[in-house]
């Protein structure tokens, strides 16, 4: 019988893992409360398997691996870590580590590692201290080689997964990484719909847009175990019913651990017909960080939503005191988009105006009501308290940290072409580009709206002013961007 010592410095997990190693097979398992513990009981009852944890107080777990390999080089040691540190498990494997298993534990994924590491040990026990080592060695180094290139591309995904910039084009993405790492030629990408359809992402794939029933399928089975399936050669396929060529592995994509959103469906293996458990682990593992991901981006949303939700309230309370600015924001917004699209913008810069368009005058906030509502032209130190708006509006937004392109739309949105606005006086492209966009956007309708000193101009006048300030007050290429609009065009908006 083998034996099994789990180093954990938390309790519970310690506890579990050591039953779920009992329960695995047939090992018997131990349990040490840190990493000098852990040292201390393989040097003093020797064991044959390490289970350890890499955080822990004193002696960590890489250092941990490293004292035991002094011992026995043969020693396995898997290292323990939480979804979220998937990275920091294979850097440890990179660094002599057999293998990983991740919290929550799953006992198929705790069996599986048992097995392997310890035939592996087995292998390497029965080789006498002077007997022909190179060969096994040889071939465990050639598996080893193997995992480390899967580890590799791992990684690499592992980084792309970071940088995507969203959850669609995560999804989009993943089909293609699927391919890669699991060397397949067909993955495909089913999402459960809100009517209880399935239906595939992949538009113009081959297999052009699937839609599914879910109700009664492998897939509804699948969801309420969590796990994965493989159908063999043979089996009729769930997507069209023909039987299977090769084996197909269908994985559910989940979110928040217990969500359901879709399945992975990944079949026609370039080498084999067959899935080995190592590339089940694999794709298992990147779906993992795929489902982090998702997860994140699901928090990220509902705070940058909740922030925008309080930044429009802020803006309400504004337009609530100074009923003749009502609606002049949502306004702006949509003519500067209207420009964006006509510019070409990126997405980014649209996004900016968006959030930052609505928000561009949050600065009057700490503009005292009195100025702020005078119902009559404003004297000059009038006039320059309403001139700190963009700065005050620009410092409200500032602590919020992630929003670059809108404080600078905020701070700038009163900048003029030839440098003689405010606050900063910068000219020309020094002033960004969707402020000089705002610039041309919020005069127009300001021009355009009734105020209670004078009434507004119209649509032509206002047009004329723009042309004549074009080069001056606004960026020539922005204000011709703008005729070219619905709203610049005098085309009645719809009211959504
Ligand atoms: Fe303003």
Redesign the pocket.
Known sequence: MQRVLVVDDEEVVRDVLTEMVKTAGDFEAASAVDGDDGLRKVREEGYDIIFTDLKMPGLNGLQLMEQIHEIDPTIPVVVVTAHSHIDTALSAMREGASDFITKPFNLKDIRYVLDRVSREREILKTIPEDGDKSRVVKTLNSALFRKLDEINSLLTLNLEIDEMPDTETLMERLPTMMERLMRARRVLVLMIREDGYLVSRSNGAADGRMVLPFSGSVFESLRSDRDYLILDVDEPSPLDGKPLKAQMLILPVMVGGTEVLGYLVITDKVESYHFSEEEVKLARTLLRKVSMRLENNALYEVTYNNLINTLKSLVLTIEARDAYTKKHSERVTRIALQIADEMNCTQEEKDAIRFGGYL??IGKIGVKDMILLKPARLTDSEFEEIKK??VIGYNIVSPLGSFPLEKLLIRH??ERFDGSGYPDGIAGEEIPLIARILAVA?TYDSMTSTRPYRKGLSHDVAIEEIKRCAGSQFDPEVAGAFLQTPAGKGEKEDEH
């Open positions: 561009h005058d708006h963009p949105h009163h919020d």
